[in-house]
């Protein structure tokens, strides 16, 4: 099983900055991309930033100039900078993973459990 481990979630003021952290650990052969989803109260979730082994990005219209993801592949981390925060970005963030335990196997999607983000003055 793969285990998704995330921090770096509180209470910030808007205009403020978060670095959202998850580390993925287990029985990992390969990782194709890591991403970022977010789900706000009585919304769907949805994707807010993705990265690929190769760096390749994609980033939600909405936090595409704020955010910044980033991946250490070495320690199978990946990262969301949160810059100029604001009131509707609150949401518990999701850490996502695309990864397969043994070349024979296809591609799965793991989820952590999520690390609140609160934007409010």
């Known amino acids: 099983q793969v285990q998704l481990v995330e921090s770096g979630g509180g209470l910030v003021q808007p205009g403020g900055s978060l670095r959202l952290s998850c580390v993925a650990s287990?029985?990992?052969?390969?990782?194709?991309?890591m991403g970022w989803y977010r789900q706000a109260p009585g919304k769907e979730r949805e994707s807010v930033a993705r990265?690929?082994?190769?760096?390749?990005?994609n980033y939600a219209d909405s936090v595409k100039g704020r955010f910044t993801i980033s991946r250490d592949n070495a320690k199978n981390t990946v990262y969301l900078q949160m810059n100029s925060l604001k009131p509707e970005d609150t949401a518990v963030y999701y850490c996502?993973?695309?990864?397969?335990?043994?070349?024979?196997?296809?591609?799965?999607?793991?989820w952590g459990q999520g690390t609140q983000v609160t934007v409010s003055s």
């Open positions: 996502n993973v695309e990864a397969r335990r043994s070349y024979l196997l296809h591609y799965d999607v793991y």
């Open positions: 287990g029985t990992i052969f390969s990782i194709n991309a």
């Open positions: 990265i690929t082994t190769g760096g390749n990005t």
